[in-house]
């Protein structure tokens, strides 16, 4: 018997298009699966359709405008905020036909790798409920993943729609930056964050990321080029491909001093990389000696960019304020210091001391001039291969309490996705195995920027000889 749940957006159109099922339908069919599953899930912040439409429901994650619905980043800072205009991403949205439908947890401001900086409550994993979803884009991966979700919308700025898609096993597409419009986005870190789909499957990601890509005169960072037909690269194949894999990031613990890959990570990647081989890519081993300072690199930018977008939450024009305050600076005081969680008060701590007098050469000025290097490791990289092919995360998802007093040791759980979004480069995320406790293992492709095709061309090509996307966990 079919499970309405299960079946992608592609299949669920088809189905429409035939008259097999109706819009009313596929929306009871989600009610009904949310009744079910969500109160052990916990994906949504908000849901019930926002938007009446013959398309698809999407799920949204909670840092995207959406006119007059609370939008709060997951954060009390910004409870009962309700945007004045839709992101250009929803206005698109609606323009495609599809139904706005809910929105979904995160870490507070994209603050996190695990969904657990949640000011409401953590988001479980379907697939093992004593673990974490990832983050900070948890919400949208596990709703999808739980069949909670056709599709969904979420950011990456350090690898957050990326590492969640791969610890739930489904697709997560981080888009060439300037490619998807940010008008909209409640801003983490300016020069890293980009908005992408969380699906099923490839097709589902091409499709959705066709609907939200393209020029947008609000947004000062977008690229005005014309849009490809991304659908044309699905079903092409991959002969004579050439497939970087880089070094450093097999033996992560020589050079970094980090934990480096797990056993089961390394074993199913590598497996996916002979499945690439011997569907006629060309394999061969390339260098990106600046990887190991990703991280850090990442922390100064990022913080100091949150540190300076994060200071418009004081208390006056938007969500909460403390009304016990004597006067304006104890009302910012009191308001910043109850509104904002533990890692968000880290981080803005964090940026503004690397922005401040006397620090701003040693670490933020610095830390800019290593991300040109990591730039320059990969233009070097794609002179010698197509794409590269990594892990997603060094782990599969880790238990819910695992890291969370050990800030450094979650910050690593990005050590594979963080330089995509240094670089600005396009990366996707698709099932590539499961570990022998049942937890998913994500695959990580990276292409030059704005070739969107090659992701798509190469990961369908993977997912059409294999059967990692259909596994589905047991709710």
């Not at 359709?49 to 800072?77: H, M, Y």
């Not at 990022?302 to 006067?327: I, M, P, W």
């Not at 730039?375 to 590269?388: G, W």
């Not at 995360?393 to 990005?414: C, H, N, V, W």
């Amino acid at each position: 018997m079919i499970k309405l749940y299960e079946l992608t957006a592609h299949e669920l159109l088809e189905k429409l298009r035939r008259n097999e099922l109706t819009q009313e339908e596929i929306v009871s069919g989600l009610n009904k699966r949310i009744e079910e599953v969500d109160s052990k899930v916990k994906a949504y912040v908000r849901v019930g359709e926002l938007s009446s439409s013959d398309g698809l429901p999407i799920a949204i994650k909670d840092n995207i405008c959406i006119q007059g619905q609370p939008t709060t980043c997951a954060s009390k800072i910004l409870e009962n905020f309700r945007p004045p205009y839709d992101a250009t991403v929803i206005q698109k949205l609606r323009e495609a036909g599809f139904a706005i439908y809910g929105q979904t947890n995160m870490d507070e401001f994209a603050f996190g790798s695990s969904c657990e900086n949640s000011a409401l409550f953590p988001t479980r994993n379907p697939w093992n409920l004593e673990c974490v979803p990832g983050g900070s884009s948890g919400g949208s991966a596990a709703a999808v993943a739980a069949g909670e979700a056709i599709w969904a919308l979420g950011s990456d700025t350090g690898g957050s729609i990326r590492q969640p898609a791969a610890f739930c096993g489904v697709v997560g597409l981080k888009p060439t930056y300037g490619r998807v419009s940010r008008y909209g986005l409640i801003a983490f870190a300016s020069s890293l964050d980009q908005i992408g789909p969380i699906t099923k499957d490839v097709e589902d990601a091409t499709m959705l990321f066709a609907a939200i890509a393209g020029y947008d005169p609000h947004d000062s960072t977008s690229v005005n080029r014309p849009l490809p037909d991304y659908s044309a690269s699905l079903g092409k194949d991959i002969k004579g491909i050439r497939i970087g894999v880089p070094k450093e990031y097999f033996s992560l613990s020589k050079g970094a001093q980090l934990e480096g890959i797990d056993d089961e990570v390394k074993r199913s990647v590598e497996e996916a990389i002979a499945q690439l081989r011997n569907l006629g890519a060309k394999v061969k081993e390339v260098s990106l000696p600046y990887s190991q300072y990703a991280v850090p690199v990442y922390y100064i930018v990022a913080t100091a960019e949150a540190s300076s977008n994060l200071a418009r939450f004081d208390g006056v024009q938007y969500g909460l304020r403390a009304k016990d305050a004597q006067n304006l600076i104890e009302m910012y005081k009191k308001t910043r210091e109850r509104g904002f969680g533990y890692e968000a008060k880290r981080r803005i701590i964090l940026g503004t001391y690397v922005l401040s007098h006397g620090y701003y050469e040693a670490y933020y000025v610095r830390a800019q001039k290593v991300r040109s290097l990591i730039a320059n490791d990969f233009a070097n990289a794609f002179k010698e291969c197509d794409c590269i092919v990594t892990p997603t995360s060094p782990t599969p998802a880790f238990r819910i309490g695992e890291k969370t007093q050990d800030p450094l040791a979650m910050y690593l759980s990005d050590i594979y996705t963080i330089s995509v979004n240094l670089t600005g480069i396009p990366a996707i995320s698709i099932p590539c195995g499961l570990s022998k406790a049942g937890l998913p293992v994500g695959l990580q492709i990276i292409a030059k920027a704005f070739n969107e095709e090659m992701l798509f061309r190469m990961a369908h090509a993977y997912e059409q000889n294999t059967s990692w996307h259909k596994q589905k966990p047991h709710l």
